[in-house]
């Protein structure tokens, strides 16, 4: 008798090959979804870098200056040191920016683990103290968002010494980097890269060692995989234009920035008490 081979059944070949097919459009579609992911994380981190060059301009063409030192001492509080929510407090305080979401990403592994922790981020960075008309006398960081092991804060920003003014500052305002990704290296290790959780797990870089951003005074947003070497640095040192990888070094004299340690890519600062002209 002849055997007729059923029009709903399928050879071992066929299912294999259909099979495959299937696994290689879900393998795209997963780059697809990541390159989409990465996009949309990139277009917020652009977006919060300008929000703080655009504060922080603000912020000098009303005071007449940078946010200096003594600006860091009348937001400090509790232990000693500075890191770089202080920034945030001064411009808080001024009523410049307040949003903590323009410091704390929420695809930061750090972001995620203090929520892991807290549930919800503070709604602001600090308290802001006003005397009995209402004006601003003070802005108080809130404890838990002070410090390494504190809150997670995801960019670095300028501080400059007591005696600088805005005329340093605005000439060369497109040369000039405001903040950045949290991770990038200076120093003898690796200057101009940016590290990965790999080399220390709670400050390595937001988007790993593939790269991160650098916002200028001027508003512009570059990405970077890295900050270049020996003679193609993309950074120009101030007055000199010679190239550097070393973002300290491509500000106006007396200008100081969040210290960033060779091995712990810490946001302790120094230089605390230099006048311009000092660098």
């Known amino acids: 008798m002849k055997k007729y081979r059923s029009s709903y059944s399928f050879s071992l070949v066929e299912v294999v090959l259909v099979l495959a097919i299937v696994g290689i459009l879900l393998s795209l579609s997963l780059r697809s979804i990541s390159r989409l992911a990465d996009g949309a994380r990139k277009t917020k981190a652009i977006a919060c870098l300008r929000a703080i060059a655009e504060a922080y301009r603000r912020y000098m063409e009303e005071q007449g200056h940078p946010i200096r030192w003594k600006d860091l001492d009348q937001v400090r509080e509790g232990p000693a040191g500075y890191d770089v929510t202080l920034i945030a407090a001064v411009l808080a305080k001024g009523g410049y920016l307040q949003s903590v979401d323009a410091w704390a990403w929420d695809f930061d592994y750090r972001v995620k683990k203090y929520l892991a922790q807290k549930s919800s981020l503070p709604p602001t960075f600090c308290d802001i103290v006003r005397d009995g008309s ?4 003070g802005a108080t960081v ?6 390494k092991s504190g809150f997670p804060t995801s960019v670095c920003a300028v501080v400059a010494a007591n005696g600088c003014t805005n005329d340093e500052f605005f000439c060369d305002a497109s040369e000039i980097p405001i903040a950045y990704s949290r991770g990038l290296r200076e120093g003898t290790a690796a200057p101009g890269t940016w590290a990965d959780q790999k080399l220390n797990v709670d400050l390595g ?33 101030y007055g000199t234009q010679d190239p550097t990888n070393i973002v300290a070094e491509a500000l106006p004299r007396g200008a100081l920035r969040g210290a960033v340690d060779a091995n712990s890519m810490g946001l302790s600062w120094k230089g605390e008490g230099t006048d311009c002209g000092d660098f």
Not at 134 to 137: D, L, N, P
Not at 142 to 147: D, K, T
């Open 134 to 137: 209402g004006s601003v006398t």
């Open 142 to 147: 809130h404890l838990n968002a002070r410090g």
């Open 205 to 237: 870089g937001i988007f790993g060692n593939g790269g991160g951003f650098v916002v200028f005074l001027d508003g512009h947003v570059s990405w970077f995989g890295d900050l270049g070497a020996a003679g193609r640095c993309v950074l120009r040192k």
